[in-house]
Structure formats: structure tokens, C-alpha cells
């Protein structure tokens, strides 16, 4: 099958997954590294799917295998951190967040993806400054706000807690702002590790479509078909 061919599916696969496709889209994509097995985009869109299906083992494996194919690949470097969070693997997922972050110092959903880890670690005060950095470029990030507040709890500052309210508020959507109530993501604690789950990461509020979730795949890869 010719290159091109295997750029139709990588297209196909892309609008699949916006469309919240997802079944159809991983096999557009799985399809898309089977013509091309040395090209990371079929890799890459298929780890980004699979990560969405909560399916992290199968999505740490082929967001490996991206990221060795294209170091560079931020995309994939940051949704690697993210499948690693969920199976308590915070270092190598702290890692790759730096990594991701040293290819692209203003990329805001490593940023939190950083901070979100350190949190995970049982690393407050570091987690707090990760946000803060966020928060200096991207005020109201409602994300950087409410996880933040997480860690000043976990820091026993409750009381500055009240200082999130309003801006946290402020940034949701006005027609979204009553119903919009922060879901959590439970970090699953690696087999053997003996570690606990941390306070539960605040990643998206329900119904805020507009905002990226950093648990979510980062999808900017750029494709790039054809013989290597």
C-alpha cells in the first residue's frame, strides 16, 4: 500500500478521535503503524487512543515505541507521563514530563502534567511552584488552580484555599458555571510499589469541553508519511 494511502488513514483515524470515535479511530491508527511500523505517527495516534480508553498498559507500550522512533515527538513524550501517572510509575512519569518540557518550555499541559506528578509523589510544596509557573503564564486555568488548591491542603494551608474561588469561577464558561463540578482521576498505585494513592488530581471540569485535559492525549503530532 502506498504512503499515501496510509496518510488517508492517519486523516481518517484524527477526525475519528475528535468525533469521540474511539474504537474506530484505534484501529485507524493500529492500521496506520502496521503499513508504516517504523513511522512513530501510527504509534503515536494509537497510544493517544488507547490512553483515552483508560487503557494505560497497552498505551505506555506504544507511546514507548514512539517516542524511540521520534525522540522529539512532544506529543507523545507528554502522553507517555500521563499513561505512566495512572500505574504509580511517578518518576519515570516526572521524567518524561521534564523531558517533554525541556523540548518545549511553554507547553502548558506538561506544565500541569509536571505538577500533577510531583503531587502524585507526595511533593506538595514543589507541586504548588509547578503550578504557580503555570498560573504566571495562564491565570486562570482553572486545572492549575484547583490542584494547586490540593496541595496547599496537603501543605496544611486550608485557609488559603478561599484565595482559588473567584478565579477559578472567573474561568469557566458563564453558561457552564453552576452545573461545572471538578471531576477526579484516582491515581492507582503500582503493584509492589507500597506506595499510597495520593490526593485525587483534578484534571477536567465536567463540561467545560474547551479546556484540555491534561490526562488526555496531547494531540499536536505533526504526520509525516513515507519511505525512511
Same mark, same amino acid.
Given at each position: 500500500?502506498?504512503?499515501?494511502?496510509?496518510?488517508?488513514?492517519?486523516?481518517?483515524?484524527?477526525?475519528?478521535?475528535?468525533?469521540?470515535?474511539?474504537?474506530?479511530?484505534?484501529?485507524?491508527?493500529?492500521?496506520?503503524?502496521?503499513?508504516?511500523?517504523?513511522?512513530?505517527?501510527?504509534?503515536?495516534?494509537?497510544?493517544?487512543?488507547?490512553?483515552?480508553?483508560?487503557?494505560?498498559?497497552? &498505551?505506555?507500550?506504544?507511546?514507548?515505541?514512539?517516542?524511540?522512533?521520534?525522540?522529539?515527538?512532544?506529543?507523545?513524550?507528554?502522553?507517555?507521563?500521563?499513561?505512566?501517572?495512572?500505574?504509580?510509575?511517578?518518576?519515570?512519569?516526572?521524567?518524561?514530563?521534564?523531558?517533554?518540557?525541556?523540548?518545549?518550555?511553554?507547553?502548558?499541559?506538561?506544565?500541569?502534567?509536571? &505538577?500533577?506528578?510531583?503531587?502524585?509523589? *507526595?511533593?506538595?510544596?514543589?507541586?504548588?511552584? *509547578?503550578?504557580?509557573?503555570?498560573?504566571?503564564?495562564?491565570?486562570?486555568?482553572?486545572?492549575?488552580?484547583?490542584?494547586?488548591?490540593? &496541595?496547599?491542603?496537603?501543605?496544611?494551608?486550608?485557609?488559603?484555599?478561599?484565595?482559588?474561588?473567584?478565579?477559578?469561577? &472567573?474561568?469557566?464558561?458563564?453558561?457552564?458555571?453552576?452545573?461545572?463540578?471538578?471531576?477526579?482521576?484516582?491515581?492507582?498505585?503500582?503493584?509492589?510499589? *507500597?506506595?499510597?494513592?495520593?490526593?485525587?488530581?483534578?484534571?477536567?471540569?465536567?463540561?467545560?469541553?474547551?479546556?484540555?485535559?491534561?490526562?488526555?492525549?496531547?494531540?499536536?503530532?505533526?504526520?509525516?508519511?513515507?519511505?525512511?
Amino acid at each position: 500500500m502506498r504512503p499515501d494511502h496510509a496518510a488517508a488513514l492517519y486523516t481518517l483515524g484524527t477526525l475519528q478521535r475528535q468525533k469521540g470515535q474511539l474504537e474506530d479511530a484505534l484501529a485507524s491508527f493500529h492500521q496506520v503503524r502496521e503499513l508504516e511500523a517504523q513511522n512513530a505517527i501510527g504509534w503515536a495516534g494509537e497510544g493517544s487512543v488507547l490512553l483515552r480508553l483508560n487503557r494505560v498498559d497497552e &498505551a505506555v507500550a506504544s507511546l514507548r515505541q514512539a517516542v524511540a522512533l521520534d525522540p522529539d515527538d512532544v506529543a507523545s513524550i507528554g502522553n507517555l507521563g500521563n499513561a505512566l501517572r495512572p500505574l504509580g510509575l511517578w518518576e519515570e512519569a516526572l521524567a518524561a514530563c521534564a523531558q517533554a518540557l525541556a523540548l518545549a518550555p511553554d507547553y502548558l499541559d506538561a506544565q500541569l502534567s509536571h &505538577a500533577n506528578a510531583l503531587q502524585d509523589m *507526595g511533593r506538595p510544596q514543589e507541586a504548588v511552584a *509547578g503550578y504557580d509557573r503555570l498560573l504566571q503564564r495562564a491565570p486562570a486555568d482553572p486545572r492549575a488552580l484547583a490542584n494547586r488548591g490540593l &496541595a496547599l491542603r496537603s501543605l496544611g494551608q486550608a485557609g488559603l484555599l478561599h484565595e482559588l474561588h473567584r478565579p477559578l469561577r &472567573a474561568s469557566l464558561q458563564p453558561a457552564f458555571r453552576r452545573a461545572a463540578i471538578p471531576s477526579t482521576i484516582g491515581i492507582k498505585p503500582q503493584p509492589g510499589s *507500597g506506595r499510597q494513592p495520593r490526593a485525587h488530581i483534578v484534571e477536567q471540569p465536567q463540561l467545560v469541553r474547551h479546556i484540555t485535559d491534561a490526562h488526555l492525549p496531547f494531540e499536536n503530532s505533526k504526520p509525516d508519511f513515507g519511505p525512511r
